[in-house]
């Protein structure tokens, strides 16, 4: 039995807040179709490219995506081996699930982002929001459960911190169909998780544990959600097997750190465009050394503390004025909440004030691009002497692995302790706490020095472990568990078969 | 063997930020005593009363103490079984233990109180400030190891977050004595202790495993603690045992939750000032239900979303106008530090808007009291019907202890679930997220209507808890754990000695 034919005996539908395609309408109406990125898509196509009839399921988030959930139909693209389908959701539920819900309470709980003196609170309008929010998450299940047409057989994997009520639906109308569940950022421990009020995290933790297995990218994150579980439901969990049984169920929860390409990432970092704009980037270096950040514009990433550091390396290291540039390719991101607002106006604030300190006639110390170049962010990956990963929480952190796949000068890497890749790559890495100014400022003069040879062996290091375990690994490894975890099904194990 | 001669056999010295006595310089010059009150000098009063050597050890924090300290001779006072010792700490190191360390950083730590994508930032400046801290728990450890003067039978009993660093002196000075540590505080999820760099917090929990026994006010701050040692150190923990095994010895980690004297409290609460105050107090109420709660003003009580809760009440229930005040009796704390004057400001702007909104030419729904005033806490405790302790996370709570032994009116107890006395008073109090407004606001109601015959009984639940496990329970299990843990040590239960 082949992955491909135990894929197409089993219909696999996945259900993410986005998907690989989205819609927009443009000024005269027409409907244009835009390619997504990431890990999660990169892993699905390399997985799916012998099936032919999966489907992705994604909540509607305009106008243009309304009108084709409205349609009904499911979507495609010649070159992808699955096809979308949108599920209708208001556009003011749409809005209380995603700013409200997901992104206002969800990221900031599970990033430890709030300032609890203060937020969050839930006062009167909580409820609505949260009722926007399972609109959305049913709205989707609704499409799934349609889909599946009964037949139990079927694979449900979900995706993320927008959708955790969703198993629970399938697993109502459909109790056999094997569901898994993937968290895409950090899980909180248990004290934080109260930030969230009794009943909404019973809510989230009772539908998750519908599940047959539930992923998370490290394995502190998998004790977290155990913990969670132990401290908030009447379950029993095993720390050493990393499961919950719960209704004559064992649910499975395990560490699957989720990965990129590296043969498609390779291709385009060495693709004409990336390679000219390298090439013109290194010609504005004019041999200074390149420090570079790629990050979402976002208040887990810690920009602030990272140009900071910077700041504190110059003032202590006069000697290198003039001789290095950190390049901080930023990403918008999330702009119309109030609190990223204010975030970028400081880190704008810094960038200016540290650009005004040491500036010389011929030279800026912090060159700040709010733009969205994936391109250009690859141009830099590949030539930069060191990459700056500081944030303060994150689920994993793909930057920190793509550079240690294309970097061609042996990028360091300064990466925070608290960033999932920290787990897989504190060998090859300088780790840091994110907290730690002064530390950031000694490892990027430690970084910008560092002999050769301990360079090349670093970045090898880092290379290899990227290389051993990439995007196709993550998702045959849920897989794996899914089948091998279910009762009734063969125990053929997905990892052999897909190698 | 009683436990006067156990303790007599044994030199007993206590080590905490304040003791017992403070002192200060009068206008002209003229030492000043002061008498200190809370949990912990209850219970030792209590516990020492038949013992006459035993030693109080605590920083000098201003100029009069200094004084006291460079004479070097322990202080009394006729009352009390034991003498107190300041060591001398210079005003500047003095600051940097207790604003710039204990309170500006462990403090927000432990209660989760940071807002992460701005602070805390370790710059170039805190290794000074860690210095300080070090300094004042050095001074502190070598008055002890002078006062045991070799003789290694003695017990240290160390209290909180202060002084983290003192065991791991006194390990070293004289290897033999028994050592405890009591936190005070809560102690935070192993992700949250990531906010201290490695080196700090590897340096607090390194000392704190040369203790014997480390007491916690609840199991849920135990199992934080062994999650940070096992993350964080190279030891073996065991979550069944509550211990760590490290460098051959055994460190139990145990929940001992601190309370009151009910027996000196109600004394207190019974004395003729304050039973006058209380008749005044419910002269002005009029015949109107009293909702009090009682706290420093401090950005973990959560000031502020009671008052929104309170708000929310009113603006649901207009039917109460005019039926209820709500009296905060708020103590003036730590008002140096930039974040708490903003906090205050901001409760001060809530309290006003609301008393704006609501009030009547007869009636104002909120009185806020800063002020430092005990006697009027017990009257009001006294006669409330219902008290308030909503903190965000909360060592234990005292007051909450307190109200239920001296309440004269079954007051009604609306108790966070993530205050330490939650895990004890779930049965008698109406429990709540301190994070949910709306919920709060409902629990006010269901406060203020509830009949006679539940709030008996939630009323005397409450009080047979705490009855049944006070302040000298707290000190001799503590004791207790201490002498049977350590294998040289007959195996007598100190418990049992001092029933």
Redesign the interface.
């Given at each position: 039995m082949s992955l491909h034919s135990l894929l197409t005996d089993r219909r696999l539908i996945l259900a993410s807040n986005r998907g690989p395609l989205s819609y927009s309408l443009d000024k005269e109406g027409v409907v244009k179709q835009k390619r997504g990125g990431g890990g999660l898509i990169t892993a699905v196509d390399g997985m799916l490219a012998a099936t032919d009839d999966a489907l992705w399921v994604t909540a509607a988030s305009n106008d243009a995506e309304r009108l084709l959930a409205q349609a009904g139909k499911p979507v495609g693209s010649t070159d992808k081996s699955y096809k979308v389908l949108f599920a209708d959701v208001a556009e003011a539920a749409y809005a209380d699930y995603y700013d409200g819900v997901s992104n206002g309470i969800l990221w900031f709980l599970h990033h430890?982002?709030?300032?609890?003196?203060?937020e969050?609170?839930?006062?009167?309008a909580?409820?609505k929001a949260w009722a926007g929010y399972k609109e959305a998450n049913y709205a989707i299940a609704t499409e799934i459960i349609k889909n599946l047409a009964g037949d139990q057989s079927g694979i449900v994997m979900v995706q993320d911190y927008h959708l955790y009520l969703i198993p629970e639906r399938i697993r109502q109308e459909s109790p056999e169909t094997l569901i898994s569940f993937f968290h895409h950022i950090?899980w909180?421990?248990?004290?934080?998780f109260?930030?969230?009020?009794?009943g909404y995290r019973n809510a989230i933790l009772n539908s998750l544990l519908c599940c047959d297995v539930i992923g998370m990218h490290t394995w502190?994150y998998v004790d977290?959600f155990l913990d969670c579980c132990a401290?908030f439901l009447n379950v029993r969990i095993d720390k050493e097997a990393h499961s919950v049984k719960v209704g004559g169920r064992t649910v499975l929860v395990r560490a699957y750190p989720i990965s990129i390409s590296p043969k498609s990432l390779t291709k385009q970092a060495r693709s004409a465009p990336v390679v000219e704009m390298a090439e013109e980037l290194d010609k504005t270096l004019n041999g200074r050394k390149l420090l570079i950040r790629v990050d979402r514009a976002e208040?887990?990433k810690?920009l602030?503390?990272g140009f900071?550091a910077y700041e504190?390396f110059l003032e202590r290291q006069p000697d290198w004025i003039g001789k290095v540039t950190f390049l901080a390719l930023t990403y918008p991101t999330r702009e119309n909440i109030p609190?990223y607002k204010s975030?970028i106006q400081?880190v704008m604030r810094k960038v200016k004030e540290i650009n005004a300190r040491f500036s010389t006639p011929t030279w800026q110390p912090i060159e700040l691009n709010i733009e969205d170049n994936y391109s250009r962010s690859l141009a830099a990956m590949s030539i930069c002497d060191c990459l700056m990963t500081n944030p303060?929480?994150d689920g994993m952190n793909l930057v920190a692995k793509e550079t240690a796949v294309i970097s061609r000068r042996d990028a360091v890497l300064i990466l925070s302790?608290?960033a999932g890749a920290a787990e897989e790559l504190r060998d090859g890495a300088l780790l840091v706490?994110p907290?730690?100014?002064?530390?950031m400022a000694e490892k990027i003069e430690q970084a910008l020095t560092m002999p050769e040879k301990e360079k090349k062996a670093r970045s090898e290091r880092l290379r290899q472990v990227v290389l051993a375990n990439d995007a196709v690994k993550w998702l045959t490894h849920q897989l794996d568990d899914l089948v091998a975890n279910h009762p009734n099904q063969p125990a053929n194990s997905l990892t052999e078969l897909a190698q």
């Open positions: 430890y982002l709030f300032n609890p003196a203060y969050p609170v839930y006062d009167g909580f409820p950090p909180c421990c248990a004290d934080y109260r930030l969230l009020p009794g502190r977290n401290q208040l887990s810690n602030l503390r900071q504190l609190a975030y400081a303060i929480f302790e608290t706490s907290f730690d100014v002064e530390a």
